[in-house]
């Protein structure tokens, strides 16, 4: 069974993205960005550039409805600046021509006047009194209180405390596929292919952007040549339509990769300051954490990612006390968007490394250490919420436990060695409040198909063969007897976004409500066709069997099922697994892995190798076993970038890698094998089954990474990622320079 | 030769050079074009690319009988790299041709535009086995820290590795990741029965090259770390010459 | 200039302008969409073609040098990527396939290179793959496949 399904199609390169393939006669899209990191605009005039020949549109925010701002929990950013810029590369205005020279004249006649404003570039400063505002209502965009019981208290009970605090990497999805696509216009509407994890809900906000109903803008979301979650927030889909709206003509839009490294929406870069205690047996009592986090310039997922990163702070771990603030600041720095891992990397990675250090400290090995104080299988959650039990955790410290030992590195004048590990967990799906549940489709298909539509999104993540393995699991039929529907608002019904690792959750749970009433309308429809009693029928390759006699040609093929009985449709809706808590925002389902890292760290350069990773992730039997592997060896790169070579600096607003001649991620050379150790096991009554695989192996590889680094040098990393600089100055305090 | 065009294939040697003589600085020699086009705008180079790529400099690897090496200036750096002399002869660049950029780069790059285009890795360990650069012009080797400022206004056609006999060298470079990284430090050293050269390059700086006695006694010399770069920089280059130097050393102690 | 060389095994004859990326005449005038544009500047490999049976990067080479070559797309590779494709098939590596038709050039000029029987070294693969970035995958499975393949 393939792990993708369009594997040799995407190989041969004859495998259609959505920017690709387009229509005769689509004008070419440009954007004219912002050189400066904050300014006010003065003037734009784009009267010049229309009037060139072979221009059919100039777009700028006049041309798009005043109160029409972007974001989830805060509406903040205009697809085209509005009066003032915010970060460098921010979209001032957007030409559709002929050709791209004509695009690129049009760009040049663009006449504008930017007056700089002062920039915020880091985010205590944000936070400072006399800060330039990035918006009116302050820099503070969101924060985050939560305690439970008094952690001033329970440290002096401590026999063990540390402090720690970590600061994590700008770092950018950069998939290959550069965020752009195609729009077509019709007299009534617009057909809009570009890559978003949620179609519904980018149709109806380019909908309402461009006054038209739903019904008239059709979303084709998927495939998507990664993502990450990079492209999970609105990118240049509405600069794309109105170009194409007013242009009234197809339009091919794609941002250059330098373009892409200051517009697309980056990892948050976390401070996290960390006090832990511990009593004398180990017991972990009390937590205080401080949180400080660069949003950057508009609010976009950075609010939703706070609470997440908080939330997990506790790791797997069941703490007496904890008393969290986390706050999110506006910089001028690009903007925080979504990202596989969303916020819990971060604060995971700082509280792994911070219990590493304590248990050294109290003289425990660090895996005794985690077992003392994994959180019970009943407990309630990290925030005191209800939450699905996690007996689980037990068994994935004790696969940890067993994972054989590595060879030692042969001890060398140049060479040191280090082993790490982590346990953590994480919420699947959103918090309370959602999207949580979803909606989709079983039919039979006029061709004769058992098809799952939905609106959720193949981006490589292997949603399809999963889909397809979960139909052919929960029906007895053939390869060829279904079918898998996804990517667009065509489904009859919304999934909710292809996100937070809940895409394989939803897929399964919809067909598991939707199999019995499905079947059912078949039996009915098929008994009465051959005019016998339902009970007298099979369902299995191919279409219908007649009990009794034993044959390899079904009695009613699907196909004639459909010409006589007509499309056989059953509509299904799930709720959302969610439980809401006052003044937190809090997640119900939760995903557990361990992780263990080695690295060896160059004596003579300060440079530091990752040279084994394991991986753990309880997420129940893998549905599709390739594609499961392939998330979490891709997890596991993506944290070895986070902890090793990726980081987007800002200087003064100014982005600093604009390709990948400068932001570095990790080649062939860099990842070693990754292996993967399922813990299949879940409770028998949990009421999935399973557990996404998209975000876990991620959130676990980091720390373990991390914490391999702390274990080689006797010193945890304070920055991320590990710099060559820094390892040669704890070698050189520590009086082991070569 | 088409006038309209800003780029010429000559058809040998000889008409490289009489196109480059009637051009003047309106022409320049190229061969993959990998490093030149770094510098162009969208609109294309300023001057005339007079494309030497396709001419017959030789074979790519030719062993004298004195046991000096002589390499076509414009044979790719993959070819170079997977050449059964160089292996033999010189493993040491072999292996280093593998941290010059990538596979399909190095089917386009040359070594003479390594060598020339400024801030080539190779140039520092082609400083060490003090490497001869033959132009077409005068026909005279020069060595490579004589080349200055306009670097290839000559055509080069080879370079020549002297025979390194008995000597040990070593090459290293400090990246941003442990393949196909553009190079933070490169330092490589060539120790023959009585002297040592050494050499360094910095981020962005000029190659510094030293020579010294064997066995060395003493500190490493203070000019090969300089230039306007980061104190860590230093550092590494430091520790990678002192530890390359200390393992030889013992080996010849043992 | 006019130029003309090979693509797939097909004459071609084409007036370019001669600092034009082979980028852009492969995939916008040769409709050759395999040939894809990430970086443009060498440093991904999504770009990666064979030029004269050799890997290069097409965002690095322009039109002119591209007269009298013979230049083969991931969309001509036929049956000389047949058994490839199955290994990376069989190991699950390849995912959101925005690198894999680079990918499978330089696997192709690879395992067509080393001689037969001749065993490839994890470090020889490691060092020509480098190119080839990948975002989605970890490489592990593309690793297994490969030298299982060339055992
Ligand atoms: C993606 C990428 C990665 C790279 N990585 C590295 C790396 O890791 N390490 C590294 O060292 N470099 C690297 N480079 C830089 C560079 O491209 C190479 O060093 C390459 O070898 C240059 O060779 P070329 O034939 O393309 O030179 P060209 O670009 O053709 O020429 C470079 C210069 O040399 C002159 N020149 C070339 N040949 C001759 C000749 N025969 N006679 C006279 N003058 C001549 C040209 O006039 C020009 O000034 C990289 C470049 C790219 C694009
Ligand atoms: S697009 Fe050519 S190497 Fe990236
Ligand atoms: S499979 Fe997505 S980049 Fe390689």
């Avoid at chain 1, 009116?136 to 401590?158: P, Q, T, W």
């Avoid at chain 1, 660069?294 to 702070?313: H, K, Q, R, W």
């Avoid at chain 1, 429809?525 to 007298?536: F, K, N, R, S, T």
Wanted: proline letters at 6%.
């Amino acid at each position: 069974m393939n792990a993708v399904t369009g594997l040799e199609e995407k190989l041969r390169g004859t495998f259609r993205y959505l920017a690709e393939g387009q229509p005769e006669g689509t004008l070419h899209g440009a954007l004219l960005t912002s050189p400066l990191a904050h300014a006010t605009i003065r003037r734009l005039d784009v009267s010049a550039a229309r009037s060139l020949n072979g221009v059919h549109a100039v777009v700028t925010a006049a041309d798009v409805p005043s109160d029409f701002l972007m974001g989830t929990a805060i509406l903040d950013r205009p697809p085209l600046a509005r009066a003032k810029v915010r970060f460098q590369g921010e979209p001032i205005a957007a030409v559709a021509a002929e050709t791209k020279a004509i695009a690129d004249a049009a760009l040049a006649l663009i006449a504008f006047e930017l007056e700089p404003l002062p920039i915020v570039s880091a985010p205590r400063d944000a936070l400072d009194e006399g800060a330039a505002k990035l918006h009116d209502s302050g820099n503070l965009c969101s924060d985050f209180i939560y305690s439970r019981g008094d952690a001033r208290a329970d440290f002096e009970d401590c026999a063990h405390v540390i402090d720690h605090t970590l600061t994590t990497p700008r770092q950018v999805p950069a998939a290959m596929e550069l965020e752009g696509g195609i729009c077509i216009p019709s007299p009534t509407g617009i057909e809009l292919r570009a890559a978003t994890h949620s179609p519904f809900y980018t149709r109806s906000l380019i909908a309402s952007m461009l006054g038209l109903p739903d019904k008239e803008v059709r979303v084709i979301g998927s495939p998507i040549g990664g993502s990450y979650g990079g492209k999970e927030e609105i990118h240049i889909q509405p600069v794309l339509a109105l170009l194409a709206w007013t242009a009234r003509r197809p339009v091919r839009l794609v941002l250059e990769r330098s373009q892409s490294m200051a517009f697309a929406t980056t990892r948050h870069p976390f401070e996290i300051a960390l006090k832990i205690g511990c009593d004398r047996a180990g017991r972990l009592l009390a937590l205080t954490a401080d949180v400080l986090v660069d949003n950057g310039a508009y609010a976009s997922f950075g609010p939703e990612v706070l609470d997440t990163g908080m939330e997990c702070i506790q790791s797997a771990y069941a703490f007496k006390s904890v008393s969290l603030r986390g706050r999110l600041a506006y910089t001028n720095n690009g903007v925080g968007g979504a990202f596989r891992g969303f916020g819990a990397l971060q604060t995971l990675t700082a509280i792994e490394l911070a219990v590493d250090i304590l248990a050294r400290k109290a003289s425990i090995d660090p895996l005794a250490f985690r077992r003392i104080n994994l959180a019970g299988a009943n407990d309630p959650g990290p925030l005191g919420q209800a939450i699905i039990p996690q007996p689980e955790l037990s068994k994935v410290a004790d696969a940890l436990s067993a994972l054989p030992v590595w060879r030692d590195e042969t001890p060398s004048q140049r060479y040191l060695s280090g082993t790490g590990y982590a346990l953590v967990r994480k919420g699947e799906g959103f918090a309370g409040g959602g999207p949580n549940g979803a909606s989709g489709v079983l039919a039979l298909t006029l061709d004769g198909q058992v098809t799952f539509q939905s609106s959720l999104v193949e981006m490589g993540q292997g949603l399809e063969s999963t889909v397809r393995n979960i139909l052919l699991a929960s029906f007895d039929l053939g390869d060829a007897d279904i079918c898998c529907a996804t990517g667009s608002s065509d489904a009859g019904a919304d999934s909710g976004p292809t996100s937070a690792s809940r895409g394989t959750q939803i897929a399964l749970r919809l067909i598991r409500a939707g199999k019995m009433p499905f079947l059912e309308k078949l039996y009915v429809g098929a008994a009465e066709i051959l005019q016998v009693p339902m009970d007298a029928l099979r369902l299995g390759p191919g279409g219908f069997y007649q009990r009794m006699a034993p044959q390899n040609k079904p009695d009613l093929s699907l196909s004639d099922l459909a010409a006589s009985a007509g499309e056989i449709v059953t509509r299904i809706d799930i709720p959302g697994i969610e439980t809401t808590q006052a003044g937190v925002k809090v997640h119900t389902l939760f995903t557990a892995c361990a992780a263990r890292a080695g690295v060896r760290i160059d004596r003579w350069t300060g440079q530091v190798v990752c040279t084994g990773l394991d991986l753990l992730p309880a997420c129940g039997p893998p549905i599709s076993p390739l594609a499961f592997h392939g998330q979490m060896t891709g997890a596991g790169a993506q944290a070895l970038g986070f902890c090793l070579t990726e980081h987007q600096p800002y200087e003064e607003g100014t982005v600093m890698a604009r390709n990948f001649d400068s932001y570095f991620i990790p080649t062939i050379a860099d990842v070693p094998d990754i292996n993967v150790h399922p813990v299949t096991w879940l409770a028998p009554d949990d009421p999935v089954g399973i557990r996404g695989a998209g975000e876990i192996g991620l959130n676990a590889a980091a720390p373990a990474i991390a914490n391999a680094v702390a274990s080689a040098l006797d010193a945890a990393p304070t920055h991320l990622p590990v710099r060559p600089e820094w390892v040669l100055g704890v070698l050189a305090r520590q009086g082991r320079t070569p | 030769m088409n006038v309209d065009t800003a780029y010429v294939r000559p058809a040998d040697m000889e008409d490289a050079i009489s196109i480059k003589a009637s051009l003047r600085a309106a022409g320049m020699y190229g061969c993959g074009l990998t490093a030149a086009q770094l510098g162009w705008g969208v609109k294309g180079p300023e001057q005339t690319i007079i494309d030497i790529s396709g001419l017959d400099f030789g074979p790519d690897v030719c062993l004298a009988d004195s046991g000096s090496m002589v390499l076509a200036a414009n044979a790719p750096l993959e070819r170079l790299r997977l050449n059964p002399l160089i292996s033999g002869q010189m493993p040491t660049f072999a292996d280093f041709l593998g941290y010059v950029g990538s596979t399909a780069m190095r089917n386009q790059a040359s070594l003479g535009g390594n060598l020339l285009w400024g801030a080539g890795d190779l140039e520092v360990l082609f400083a060490v086995v003090d490497a001869k650069l033959r132009f077409a012009g005068n026909g005279r080797a020069q060595s490579l820290g004589q080349i200055t400022s306009d670097r290839s206004d000559d055509l080069l056609v080879s370079i020549i590795v002297p025979a390194l006999q008995e000597s040990r060298i070593f090459v290293e470079k400090l990246g941003h990741r442990q393949a196909f990284s553009p190079a933070r430090v490169v330092v490589a050293g060539c120790v023959g029965r009585q002297s040592v050269r050494l050499a360094v390059r910095l981020a962005g700086n000029p190659v510094v090259l030293v020579e010294t006695s064997w066995p060395m006694n003493g500190p490493l010399d203070d000019a090969l770390f300089t230039g306007d770069t980061d104190i860590h920089l230093k550092t590494v280059a430091h520790n990678l010459l002192r530890g390359h130097l200390a393992q030889l050393a013992q080996q010849d102690m043992a | 200039m006019r130029i003309s060389f090979t693509l797939n095994g097909e004459p071609q004859n084409r007036q370019v302008n001669p600092f034009d990326k082979a980028t852009s005449i492969l995939a916008e005038q040769c409709g050759q969409e395999s040939v894809k544009t990430s970086c443009a500047i060498g440093r991904c490999g999504a770009c990666t073609i064979l030029v004269d049976g050799k890997s290069a990067n097409a965002c690095l080479l322009i039109a002119a040098k591209m007269d009298g070559t013979d230049v083969v797309t991931a969309e001509g590779l036929g049956a000389r990527a047949d058994a490839i494709i199955d290994r990376l098939r069989q190991n699950g590596a390849i995912q959101c396939g925005y690198c894999a038709p680079g990918l499978l050039i330089s696997l192709v000029a690879l395992l067509e290179r080393a001689p037969d029987g001749d065993k490839l070294e994890r470090q020889e693969l490691e060092t020509v793959l480098a190119g080839n970035l990948c975002r989605c995958s970890g490489y592990t499975a593309l690793r297994k496949a490969i030298l299982a393949l060339s055992s």
